[in-house]
C-alpha cells in the first residue's frame, strides 16, 4: 500500500490511505503519505494560480483589444 509521489492519485484517496494507517495503527508508510498528499497538494495549488493568471491575462487582452478598436475608430473619424 506503499505510495510514490508520482502517481496518479487523487488526494482524496492518500488521505483515505492516512485514515486507514490510524484505523489499523500501522503508522509504518504514513511518512510516505505524508510526502504524497504535500506533492499532490503543491501542484493543485499550482494549477489553480496557473489558471487564475491565465483569466487575469485572458481579461487583460480583451480590454486592450477593445481600447484598440476604441481608437481605431476615432481615427477613423
Not at 506503499?2 to 488526494?11: C, D, P, Q, V
Not at 482524496?12 to 489499523?24: A, F, G, P, V
Not at 508508510?29 to 489558471?51: F, H, K, P, S
Amino acid at each position: 500500500m506503499k505510495a510514490t509521489a508520482i502517481s496518479g492519485r487523487y488526494l482524496c484517496s492518500i488521505l483515505d490511505d492516512m485514515r486507514n494507517c490510524h484505523k489499523t495503527r500501522n503508522y509504518s508508510y504514513l511518512n510516505g503519505l505524508i510526502e504524497e498528499a504535500q506533492y499532490r497538494a503543491n501542484r493543485m495549488e499550482d494549477r489553480l494560480e496557473r489558471v487564475a493568471s491565465l483569466e487575469r491575462m485572458e481579461k487583460r487582452y480583451i480590454e486592450l483589444k477593445n481600447k484598440i478598436r476604441e481608437m481605431e475608430k476615432k481615427t477613423d473619424e
